[in-house]
T-cell receptor
Framework: ETGVTQTPRHLVMGMTNKKSLKCEQHLGHNAMYWYKQSAKKPLELMFVYSLEERVENNSVPSRFSPECPNSSHLFLHLHTLQPEDSALYLC??????????????FGAGSRLTVL | GQNIDQPTEMTATEGAIVQINCTYQTSGFNGLFWYQQHAGEAPTFLSYNVLDGLEEKGRFSSFLSRSKGYSYLLLKELQMKDSASYLCAVVDSNYQLIWGAGTKLIIKP
């Protein structure tokens, strides 16, 4: 596989469930990102990892917990979410260390619905 | 605060030309990106402008005026496959990426 792969593509969970989103990049990039995309709203940056170290956490609630075990994999662990957390969660990677000036390669996203 | 404005939705006809505008007010400027996102798919990189002027890539061109805080994406010879959302994003003085809400482009036969 090439590019950025996200699984699952769709997820429905209750507010008390624990689930995880997975992202894998096959590009040899050094930085990985989690974004939240809600309808008709700008992309919201959640977390940034550069060389497996978290470099940014944009005041995201603790019910979202990221994990980056190596430079190719990124997880977003979900716990006791709220209905307003329903959105498309996009993973992205960039070749250089985390900087807004880098071209991002996105995955197709995980569509999350919280009941 | 920082702000990126682009129209929510536009409609154009197959074969025609459409211009999608993006205006920005940010703390500093270190470049502007355009991404294309088809429904249910990943956003993909279209262009990056850091200097004033027009950059052409096939049917797509991107223009930047830093003094006016303004950019546009010009799509020529529209095809049905160009139906997508177009996202404008600006790199600010801290190298943070500030996103617009996107413009949904609908192409009609």
């Amino acid at each position: 596989e090439t590019g950025v792969t996200q699984t699952p593509r769709h997820l429905v969970m209750g507010m008390t469930n624990k689930k995880s989103l997975k992202c894998e990049q096959h590009l040899g990039h050094n930085a990985m990102y989690w974004y939240k995309q809600s309808a008709k709203k700008p992309l919201e940056l959640m977390f940034v990892y550069s060389l497996e170290e978290r470099v940014e956490n944009n005041s995201v609630p603790s019910r979202f917990s990221p994990e980056c075990p190596n430079s190719s994999h990124l997880f977003l662990h979900l716990h006791t979410l709220q209905p307003e957390d329903s959105a498309l969660y996009l993973c992205a990677s960039s070749q250089e260390s985390a900087s807004g000036a880098n071209v991002l390669t996105f995955g197709a996203g995980s569509r999350l619905t919280v009941l | 605060g920082q702000n990126i404005d682009q129209p929510t939705e536009m409609t154009a006809t197959e074969g025609a030309i459409v211009q999608i505008n993006c205006t920005y007010q940010t703390s500093g400027f270190n470049g502007l990106f355009w991404y294309q996102q088809h429904a249910g798919e990943a956003p993909t990189f279209l262009s990056y402008n850091v200097l004033d002027g027009l950059e052409e890539k096939g049917r797509f061109s991107s223009f930047l005026s830093r003094s006016k805080g303004y950019s546009y994406l010009l799509l020529k010879e529209l095809q049905m496959k160009d139906s997508a959302s177009y996202l404008c994003a600006v790199v600010d003085s801290n190298y943070q990426l500030i996103w617009g809400a996107g413009t949904k482009l609908i192409i009609k036969p």
